[in-house]
């Protein structure tokens, strides 16, 4: 089957413990791309790949890093987690050519940083 | 930049109700637009996307026309159930660069009664 996982599902971690949450495709995907979902702020992107070796920016990626060592994981890295980067995680792949192609998301990863 | 406006809701039907959830968007380039879907305690499904001016995205009774001298993309149902009681987002695509950012418009929670 077609996805894209996520682990762990559910985290409470404390502040300044580092953690990673790990996200898998198995659809030889690209494009992979991390968000975040508040309340009232809908999604926004943290990091994007557009390919092995190949990461940037999304629009609020601070406090957050990544890595791209190989094409099926993404996995995002939380140095020294804080209380505001308590959130809903979801990971993203998609083909890399163009725009109208859909994105498949993860089942989302709960973090509460304590 | 890139932004989407939806609706906020919440929005609380009766089922067999008629279902309209607004959105408008604002772009530099020519976008493709999309619904997701959040179903309570689920990650994002795509529900239906248009990638140029004048198609209609359909899917599971959901339509919505990408209307580009409106910017609009609205999302509609004739005749909702419970069971289409969740998050809808509209979002839209318009690769910058090498970024298949989606921007997401806020989210609006349906909920439909029997």
């Known amino acids: 089957e077609a996805q894209v996982t996520q682990n762990p599902r559910y985290l409470i971690t404390v502040t300044g413990k580092k953690l990673t949450v790990t996200c898998s495709q198995n659809m030889n995907h690209e494009y992979m791309s991390w968000y975040r979902q508040d309340p009232g702020l809908g999604l926004r992107q943290i990091y994007y790949?557009?390919?092995?070796?190949?990461?940037d920016k999304g629009d609020v990626p601070e406090g957050y890093k990544v890595s791209r060592k190989e094409k099926r994981n993404f996995p995002l890295i939380l140095e020294s987690p804080s209380p505001n980067q308590t959130s809903l995680y979801f990971c993203a792949s998609r083909p890399g050519t163009t725009s109208s192609y859909e994105q498949y998301f993860g089942p989302g990863t709960r973090l509460t940083v304590t | 930049g890139d932004s989407v406006t939806q609706m906020e809701g919440p929005v609380t039907l009766s089922e067999e109700a008629f279902l309209t959830i607004n959105c408008t968007y604002t772009?530099?380039?020519?976008?493709?637009l999309f619904w997701y879907v959040q179903y309570p305690g689920e990650g994002l499904q795509l529900l239906l996307k248009?990638?140029?001016?004048?198609d209609k995205g359909s899917n599971k009774g959901f339509e919505a026309t990408y209307r580009k001298e409106t910017t609009s993309f609205h999302l509609e149902k004739g005749s909702v159930q419970v069971s289409d009681s969740a998050v809808y987002f509209c979002?839209?695509?318009?690769?910058?660069?090498?970024?298949?950012?989606?921007?997401f418009g806020k989210g609006t929670l349906l909920t439909v009664n029997p």
């Open positions: 979002a839209l695509s318009d690769r910058g660069g090498s970024n298949y950012k989606l921007t």
């Open positions: 772009a530099t380039g020519y976008p493709s």
């Open positions: 790949s557009m390919n092995v070796e190949v990461t």
């Open positions: 248009a990638t140029k001016a004048d």
